[in-house]
Each structure stands twice: as C-alpha cells, then as structure tokens.
C-alpha cells in the first residue's frame, strides 16, 4: 500500500453520475445527508464519461463526446518537481536540469513519452503543468475532508457539508478546462481501520479513535451519543462489552481497547459503517450539486477495507477505486472480488507498483509499499505479467502505476526512497520497464474484451493458516524458551515511534516498552541450541509436535500484546528470494490479540490458529506452517497504555 498524503492541488472535469444510462440528461438519485431522504435531481447536463457494460458484461469507461469506451492506464504524480524536496537532496527538477526552466517544453516532452507508450490517464496528484487532451485523460483527488489523520471522523462534527463545499471548490479551481477529466476520487487511503487505512487491529478501530479526541470534541461525544442508542443503559453497555464501569462517564480509549467481545466487535463494525454512510452520502450530494456532469471514483482505499466502508462507497459512487500493492505480478482476485460483490460496482486499481535494486537514482527502497525485485529487467517482466492479469478480470476498467519519477535516494518528505518512476531523479527513462509497459498495454483492450473470468457472487473464504504438527512420542511435553541457551541471543524491534528495553531478573524478563502509534515493538526469542535443524543453511530449530504457545505474563492493563512465529527463512516482503535451505518458504505468522489484565495471567496461544502476517515474510508463501523451520518466537506489544512494562515470567511450548 502506498501512502501519499499529499495533494498538487488538483482540479477535475465535468462527467456525469449517470451510470447505465445513455441519455445527455439523466436523473442521479442521490441521499440527503442532512435530512435522511432520497430526492431524484435531474443533472442537465451533457454527459462526458460514464462506465457500462457490454453485451458479454465486461466492464468499460465511455467517452459521451465519441461513444468510444476505452480503459484508463495511467501515470500518478506526473509532475515538474517533486513534491516538498529536502534540503540536501537529490529529487526530481526536470525543467531545471534540462529544459531551462522551460515547464511547457518539460510538459510536451512528458506527454510524447506516456502517449508513446500507451498511457491514456494522468493520474492521481498529476498537476496542471502537465496538459492533458490529445490522448491523455486526468483524474484529480479533492480531499473533501483535509488531510487530517482523524477525518474519518468529520461526520460527527458540525459544518461537514461546509467543508466539503469549500475544500472542493479549492482544488477544482486548478483545473478550469475539465472536459479530459474521467472523474475524481473524494480522497486517499482514508484511515476507516482507526490508526489507517491499513492495519486491521480489532481493539483499536474508528470507535476507540472517536474516544482518543479531546472531551470537547463533537467526534467523542457523538460517539458517546450513538453508544448510548445501541445498548439500555452504562450496565448493558457494560455486560455486553465486558467493561468495568458503571457510568456512561467512565467509557474511554482505555476501557474501550481492553474489550473484544461479539458485542463489542459488532458495535466497531455498526459505527464505522454509520461514519462511512455520512461521509460518502454528503460527499455525493456535494460533489453532485458542484460538479453536476462529473463521475466520482471512490476513495482509493488502502487495499483493504472495513466491509460497511465499502458498501457505503459502493452506494455513492460511480466507481471503487483501490491501491493493491501485491508481492507477486498478477492480480488479487479475491480481493477485487470482496470490493465487487460489497460495492457493486466497477472497480480501478489506483496504485500498484515494482521497486528495482537495481536503478539509475541509487535508491535504497527503505520506505515504501510492495515488492523490491533485483533488476529493472525483473521490474519489466513483472509489470508485463501483472497488468494484463488486472484487466483480465471484466470488471477492472482501470490501472495507474505509481508513480512517473523515482523518489528521492535520501527519502521524499515522508522518509520514502523507492524506485517507483518510469523516469530516474534526473529524467533518465528506464526503457527496459518502459517498453515492457508499451508492449503489454497495446494489448490491454483485447484482453479485456476477452475477459472470461467470472467474477464470483460470494465472498471469498479467508485462507486459514495450516498446521500439521507431526508425532513425537519422544519429545518432552513442554519447552522452556527462555532457558536457554539460544542459537542467537534474544533480541528487539520496533516501530520507528516506538522503542523496547530487555532485562533478565532471575527467571523472568522485564520487557520495558514504548508502543507508539505504529505497529509497535516486540521481543524475539530464538530457536534454542539442541533444537536446530543439522546439515542447513539457516540455522533452524524444530519444534513440530508442540501446538500451544503458552506466555505466562504480567502486563498492564489493557496493553496489546500477540505471539509471533518466524520460519528460518522469513525476511521482508517482496524479497525475490528467500533462503530456504531449511525446507520451509519464509513465512511469517501471529496471534490475534491477548489483552493485558494488570494482574499475572497465563496465556495459551494455539499454534493452529495464527493467521499470516502482512508485515513480514514470504506474502507469496504456501500459508503452512513449517515448525520444523522455526528461527524466532516473539512477543508484540502494541495499543494503550503507550509506555510500560510486561513481566515475562515464562515463554514455553506445550503439547
């Protein structure tokens, strides 16, 4: 998933809503967010674009001027200068360095090389330097409610529609000839799982964020207000939640994150649910009175997505559009079919990109979403193998690679230093990955209307994790991990917000930690001498035959902590290799969360029902768990209170 939190204050066209239709005047029915009802408004206006289907139900944009549907394949953030540069870096300036200072030759030179090779769109946070017309289409994102990390939340706070008015007109203004927009989106990757738009953490989602707001805000105290319609009274509130309180007053992020329940979980899907229907419902209506003849193209959500997010977009927008930043060149089906059968509607794929070891800038690709392959030759084979497998799927009528320019070697404004352009810091194009892209796009349409893919009608089952622990009579029916000695000493990581501090006290260790914001930090114990895998590469210990991890602990309450597991060969992922001497593919797996109690608690932790982890390890992995292999076990501390400190008293396996 890429983040770009950043605009080029960019402007739209004027399309219109009218999705199956074909006439010049179409009725858009639309919700009145203010009031609740539905009023049918009838846009007078000529239609630019749209989206239908075919005859064979493949999936299509329509131009309204030439009746010609097409595909959008395009370019994000296709700018003059990179977006606030460092001081002291190398960054893209190609009008400096080699047009003179001249931007409109820059432009026409820039248009030649994405018309060339079969891009149509300028895509998301391309600026008005670049021209669009001739062939190239634009998208531009509005950011209806800022850039803030809480917007999700603007729904409860007074003046939404105000601010959707204003930020709209803003970045509209930019772009005064809009007839070569496709459509805008509201937004980027839209924080609706609490801390973002990314991490899925079941105790820490968009009702605990309403609660981390100031006690003045209308965000906590509509929260407090909806809570309150969902249960009788503090006491129901507090048998369904399994909470300690006995008023309404004493609910907080605290109280909150230390509950899990069915209820509890329930109440986390109903309120964000209600938040997107607000938000998405006023966008619509904003943007539909502003722009009346302008398609609307979702909020490029960050792969995933709470499933009432994207029913609620899928109910006021034209299109879903998604950022998939996916470890292996060929399409997420199962993802895009979670966003069709919830949203109902054709989908984009907004950002999706390969990084290369191997590139003209000397990035280092520390910072950044997706994979990492060794050689710009890997980066071309890889997006000649992928976007013809995204298009493939009939209701895919859209993919924009991120991004033009390489990101600074010394990081972007956010630290990000990834080879993501199709031209270097200095304007040197990558022709082995840009004819790739020419070669597969000038197939794109074909294969498109030859999509025989059928997009399926039921959501897709999560793939569980497999454990096939082996017999071992022999073996003892517990083992002590912290005893030692190990094949590695134990070790920490941490979030770069975050920090953690190890001392041995007699039997126990003391795990004196700061949980940030971010994922956290955690605590690695490795595979224990005696226990290794003889004769391979990647020193490993086997552990198969054990199927409980058991963590006897003393931690403050409410902290977050899970149980990780590292196959031997595990590293970051996307990697184009993994060393997997030991026999296992370098995946990497953890726990749902315990919750800490304040008190000493013993917990048991079933190794069959860890699920992969998205942060680390082999993503293209055969799901299996392989306790023969094993490098590491760890403990992962994340959420409330921030800053503490867990007593481990014993970290053991059991039969």
Same mark, same amino acid.
């Given at each position: ?26 009725a ?10 539905a ?8 239609r630019?674009?749209s989206v239908?289907?075919?005859a064979?139900g493949?999936?299509?944009f ?5 009746g ?8 994000s ?5 990179a ?5 002291g870096?190398?960054y ?8 003179g200072?001249?931007?409109a ?8 090389l994405?018309?060339?090779?079969g891009?149509n769109?300028?895509?998301?946070w ?5 021209a669009d017309?001739?062939?190239l ?19 409860l ?10 930020n ?10 809009r007839?070569?927009v ?11 799982f ?10 820490a989602?968009m009702?605990e964020?309403?609660f981390e707001m ?15 319609t969902?249960?009788?009274?503090a006491?129901?509130f507090?048998?369904a939640?399994?909470?300690?309180? !006995? &008023? ?5 992020v $605290?109280? @909150? #994150?230390r509950?899990?329940t069915?209820? %509890? ?6 309120f964000?649910?209600?938040?997107a ?8 209506k904003?943007?539909?009175?502003e ?14 997505a709470?499933?009432?997010v994207?029913r609620?977009c ?5 299109v ?8 292996t060149p ?16 054709p989908i ?23 994979p ?5 030759q890997d980066?071309? !084979? &890889?997006?000649?193998?992928?976007v013809? $497998?995204? @298009? #493939?799927?009939p209701?895919v009528?859209g %993919?924009?690679?991120?991004?033009f320019a390489?990101q ?10 990834s ?10 194009p990558?022709t ?10 000038a197939?794109?349409?074909s294969?498109h ?6 997009m ?22 517990s083992?002590?991990l912290l005893?030692?000695?190990w094949?590695?000493?134990?070790g ?5 917000d975050?920090?953690?501090q190890?001392?041995?006290v007699?039997k ?16 690695d ?7 290794q895998?003889?004769g391979?590469v990647e020193?490993a ?5 054990y199927?409980?991890i058991?963590?006897?602990?003393t ?11 590292l ?24 726990s749902?969360?315990?919750?800490g109690t304040?008190e ?5 932790i ?19 768990i392989?306790a023969?292999?094993?490098r590491?076990?760890s403990?992962k501390l994340?959420?409330s ?12 396996l059991?039969k």
């Amino acid at each position: 998933m890429k983040y770009v939190p950043f605009i080029l204050s960019l402007a739209a066209p004027s399309l219109v809503l009218c999705l199956f239709g074909s006439s010049a005047v179409c009725a858009a029915e639309r919700l009145d967010a203010a009031a609740g009802t539905a009023e049918l408004v009838n846009v007078a206006a000529e239609r630019r674009f749209s989206v239908e289907a075919d005859a064979k139900g493949v999936w299509w944009f329509k131009d309204g001027q030439t009746g010609k549907r097409f595909l959008s394949i395009g370019i994000s953030n296709v700018n003059p200068v990179a977006f606030r540069p460092k001081d002291g870096s190398r960054y893209y300036n190609a009008p400096v360095a080699q047009f003179g200072g001249d931007v409109a030759a820059w432009s026409t030179a820039t248009r030649k090389l994405l018309l060339d090779h079969g891009f149509n769109t300028l895509g998301c946070w391309s600026g008005p330097d670049i021209a669009d017309g001739q062939g190239l289409y634009r998208t531009v994102v509005l950011y209806l409610t800022g850039y803030e990390d809480d917007r999700c939340l603007e729904p409860l706070r007074p003046d939404l529609e105000k601010k959707m008015r204003e930020n709209l007109k803003d970045r509209i203004s930019k772009f005064p000839d809009r007839k070569n927009v496709i459509g805008v989106f509201y937004d980027n990757e839209m924080p609706w799982f609490g801390r973002n738009g990314w991490d899925d953490l079941p105790t820490a989602t968009m009702l605990e964020r309403a609660f981390e707001m100031k006690k003045d805000d209308p965000a906590r105290s509509g929260a407090l207000a909806w809570l309150k319609t969902r249960h009788a009274d503090a006491a129901a509130f507090a048998k369904a939640w399994g909470a300690e309180v !006995k &008023s309404w007053d004493e609910i907080s992020v $605290d109280v @909150l #994150s230390r509950c899990n329940t069915d209820a %509890a979980k329930a109440d986390r899907a109903a309120f964000v649910a209600m938040l997107a229907d607000k938000y998405y419902a006023m966008a619509e209506k904003v943007v539909r009175s502003e722009l009346p003849d302008m398609m609307t193209l979702g909020t490029r959500f960050a792969g995933n997505a709470p499933d009432g997010v994207i029913r609620a977009c899928g109910r006021h927008t034209d299109v879903t559009s998604v950022n998939n930043y996916r470890y292996t060149p060929d399409a997420d089906r199962d993802l895009f079919a979670k966003y069709w059968i919830l949203g109902g509607k054709p989908i984009m794929l907004t950002e999706y990109s390969f990084r290369a070891k191997e590139n003209l800038s000397g990035n280092p690709n520390t910072r950044g979403a997706g994979p990492v392959v060794a050689t710009q030759q890997d980066r071309a !084979k &890889s997006y000649g193998s992928a976007v013809p $497998d995204y @298009l #493939s799927m009939p209701v895919v009528v859209g %993919a924009h690679w991120f991004e033009f320019a390489d990101q600074s070697p010394q990081g972007r404004f956010d630290g990000e230093d990834s080879n993501y352009g199709i031209v270097s810091v200095d304007n040197k194009p990558y022709t082995e990955l840009l004819m790739a892209m020419k070669q597969a796009n000038a197939t794109l349409e074909s294969v498109h209307a030859a999509a025989k893919y059928t997009m399926p009608t039921e959501l897709p089952k999560p793939k569980g994790v497999v454990y096939r622990p082996g017999q071992h009579p022999d073996r003892s029916s517990s083992l002590d991990l912290l005893a030692g000695p190990w094949m590695r000493d134990p070790g920490t990581w941490n979030a770069p917000d975050a920090s953690m501090q190890v001392k041995f006290v007699e039997k126990a260790v003391e795990l004196t930690y700061v949980a940030g914001t971010q994922y956290g930090c955690g605590f690695d114990v490795y595979a224990l001498r005696g226990s290794q895998r003889k004769g391979i590469v990647e020193p490993a210990a086997d552990y198969d035959g054990y199927e409980v991890i058991v963590v006897d602990a003393t931690a403050p309450k409410g902290v977050l902590m899970q149980v990780t597991l590292l196959e031997a060969a595990a590293g970051a992922p996307g990697l184009t290799k993994y060393d997997v001497g030991a026999g296992d593919d370098g995946e990497a797996f953890i726990s749902e969360p315990v919750i800490g109690t304040g008190e000493r608690a013993t917990y048991r932790i079933r190794v069959a029902m860890l699920r992969g982890e998205t942060g680390w390890g082999n993503q293209a992995g055969g799901r299996e768990i392989n306790a023969t292999a094993v490098r590491n076990i760890s403990i992962k501390l994340s959420g409330s209170p921030a800053t503490g400190k867990v007593i481990v008293h014993g970290l053991r396996l059991e039969k």
